[in-house]
Each structure stands twice: as C-alpha cells, then as structure tokens.
C-alpha cells in the first residue's frame, strides 16, 4: 500500500475560491456541494485554502453588542483573502499516498492541494479519500505494492 500514488486517488474537478470571493459565497458553495475545505488559486496556483472552520471563526460571537443589520453588513464585506490560511501544504500527482497521510497527520489537516510541475491546481487529495484508500485495501481491492 505504500507506493499507492496519490494522482489514482485525488479528486480531479476541484472547486475554486478566487482571492476576491465574498466568504459568504465560498460558505455558501462548500454548504451547496458538501464540502469542507476549498483551494485558493490566483491564475491557477494555490495561494491558500478556506476551511468550513475559517468561516465560523471568521462569525462574531452570539455575545456581540452587533445588531443582525451590522453582523450582514461585516459578514458581507469579508472575502476569502481576509480568511484563508495562506500556508498552504502540497502534494504533486506522483508523491505516494503515504506521503499524503503522513503529511496530513503531521499537520493536523485535513485536504492537501495537488499542483503540477508548474505549481497549477490539478486536484486535491482528501481524509476521506485516505479512508477510501484504506476500505479497499482492507476489502483487499487494493494490493500490498
């Protein structure tokens, strides 16, 4: 299972944030197509990633002196840029799934970006495609390589 690569593996048709997306539309994208975490990209390269957590971190607390009309209104203006983590870890389609896994273990995170030798956006590898890999292998559709 350790040279399973992560290219057979990654989803391929990612959805985007761009820099200037309002927060609120990115939530509101990630709420539509069930996902948690969106890359960032500016002209097709990662610049960061925007996480289900950033945008309720990104929410006042119910302690608030705001009115709903004021929280909107700040709500309104935040874009993804005001966000993001920019710190963005990466795989490329040929790095193993171990890599992957370990990567993701060792930084407490949950999705990594895949990029090209060009640093472009070609997919995202996620915990839950980790899990996937592990089902199969445990089903024995994936061999000890």
């Avoid at 057979?8 to 990630?30: F, G, I, R, S, Y």
């Avoid at 925007?50 to 302690?63: G, H």
């Avoid at 956006?121 to 199969?136: H, K, P, Q, W, Y």
């Amino acid at each position: 299972m350790k040279h399973l690569l992560v290219k057979d593996w990654m989803t391929t048709e990612v959805l985007v944030a761009e820099l200037d997306t309002p927060m609120l539309q990115a939530h509101k994208q990630m709420r539509e197509n069930k996902i948690r975490r969106m890359p960032v990209c500016e002209g097709g390269k990662v610049v960061g990633i925007i996480t289900r957590s950033d945008v309720r971190q990104a929410q006042p607390s119910e302690a608030t002196s705001l009115n709903v009309w004021e929280i909107n209104y700040l709500l309104a203006k935040l874009q993804v840029r005001d966000i993001m983590t920019k710190d963005v870890k990466v795989l490329h389609p040929d790095d193993t799934v171990k890599t992957a896994a370990t990567l993701m273990y060792d930084n407490r995170i949950g999705a990594l970006p895949v990029v090209n030798e060009e640093d472009k956006l070609v997919g995202i590898i996620t915990e839950s495609d980790i899990f996937r890999i592990m089902i199969a292998w445990f089903n024995e559709e994936v061999g000890e390589a």
